[in-house]
């Protein structure tokens, strides 16, 4: 038998390994710096809703301490966040980093929130040019820098969740995280509770892994080994899923065998399921109404709620399907508010919390040159 073209193939793999982008990594003090591009390189580890990044940057020409935070409009899921209310939760996440990340450079960040406007929820267009905010920083020596940064170079783990039943008083450290009075944050792990959500999560999720467009968004982002990460680094990949010592293998054989779409999705609903089954914690955020503003807060909270958990060796699933808004979701979106909002109120969020696991490999994401534009 010729091994020559499997040799090859597999160098390809192991070069295309060392080209991945390292996590994390503030670029070196010195003369010149601008500490705005250090604030970008660690925001830019937030979460995002299939790992789309979907900010764009743009720094202020007149003031060295201001840049402004823009929807990226070609990292949208039209599918899966008809609304987009995922990506301004997204963006969220990014500016709790990105005020993290000030602080911890020794600056107080003040952050206008759609400078130009709200738009309205349904205004994807002239709305979503604007920019999301403007962040300025102000010297404050001295400040105390919050915690948790630390959390941004470890693993998110998806598989494989201790399971836990949070204490009330690891709730109560995870609820801190809150400052905002139009945001709740409720923690169930009572089984009465626990036995009425995890069936429309995972029928949720099956939904999402069936339905073509939905099932085709993802399967397209899906990045299969380090090659592809480099050339696009947005997107999914099998790192949060799968421990270090078999990725090398599901990398390899997914990248010579893929699965199809329809095979792809029932196996991650197998998993979900498994994962859901097993979790004895969800945490649920609801905001009052579902203004832009107020999902660009509930992403801020959902953000410092995983540096904290992920700070304390805790791991966060993300349970978002039944809160997608496309009409084959829409009974399933009826039922969760139905069952677990009040009137008027929004469920941006909801996640199963349990321990990491260890030996997961970091994530990747856009480098901080690709995010800021002229
Ligand atoms: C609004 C929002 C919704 C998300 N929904 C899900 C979800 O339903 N399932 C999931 O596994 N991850 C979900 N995530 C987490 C992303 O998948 C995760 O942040 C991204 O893949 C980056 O992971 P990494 O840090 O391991 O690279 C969500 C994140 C955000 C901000």
Not at 164 to 192: C, K, M, Y
Not at 276 to 303: H, P
Not at 308 to 333: K, N
Request: proline share 8%; glycine share 8%.
């Amino acid at each position: 038998m010729n091994t020559r073209p499997l040799s090859i193939l597999a160098l390809s793999f192991v070069l295309g390994a060392c080209a991945a982008a390292p996590r994390g990594g503030t670029p070196a003090p010195g003369a010149g710096r601008d500490v705005r591009l250090a604030v970008v390189d660690q925001a830019r580890w937030s979460m995002s809703a299939h790992n789309m990044q979907p900010w764009e940057v743009v720094l202020d020409p007149d003031d060295s301490l201001a840049f402004r935070v823009h929807i990226a409009g070609v990292r949208l899921l039209p599918q899966a966040d008809p609304p987009s209310r995922q990506t301004l939760m997204s963006i969220g996440g990014f500016l709790a980093v990105a005020e993290d990340a000030a602080a911890a450079e020794g600056y107080r960040t003040r952050i206008d929130l759609f400078p130009e406007g709200e738009p309205a929820a349904d205004d994807l267009g002239k709305g979503f040019t604007a920019p999301v905010a403007v962040v300025h920083l102000q010297p404050a020596p001295g400040s105390p820098a919050p915690g948790n940064l630390d959390a941004l170079g470890g693993a998110t783990v998806k598989a494989g969740l201790g399971q836990l039943a949070l204490a009330a008083r690891q709730q109560a450290d995870l609820r801190q995280v809150n400052s905002f009075p139009g945001i709740a944050v409720d923690f169930f792990t009572d089984e009465q509770t626990l036995a009425r959500l995890k069936p429309l999560l995972k029928e949720a999720f099956r939904l999402e892994m069936t339905h073509l467009p939905t099932l085709e968004e993802s399967y397209t982002l899906m990045r299969r080994n380090a090659r592809q990460i480099a050339r696009t680094p947005w997107g999914l990949s099998y790192r949060s899923s799968f421990p270090r010592k078999s990725l090398g293998a599901i990398q390899f054989f997914e990248t010579l065998f893929p699965m199809k779409p329809a095979k792809w999705g029932l196996a991650g609903a197998d998993i979900f399921d498994r994962e859901i089954d097993s979790a004895r914690t969800f945490v649920l955020i609801r905001t009052s109404g579902n203004r832009r503003a107020a999902q660009v807060e509930a992403g801020m909270v959902f953000q410092r709620m995983w540096l904290r958990a992920v700070h304390d060796g805790l791991a966060v699933l993300p349970a978002s399907q039944p809160l997608q808004e496309y009409p084959a979701m829409a009974e399933l979106y009826r039922s969760i508010h139905e069952g677990f909002a009040g009137a008027g109120e929004t469920i941006q969020m909801i996640a199963a919390i349990g321990v990491a696991s260890p030996g997961f490999a970091a994530g990747f994401r856009i480098p901080t040159d690709g995010l800021v534009r002229p």
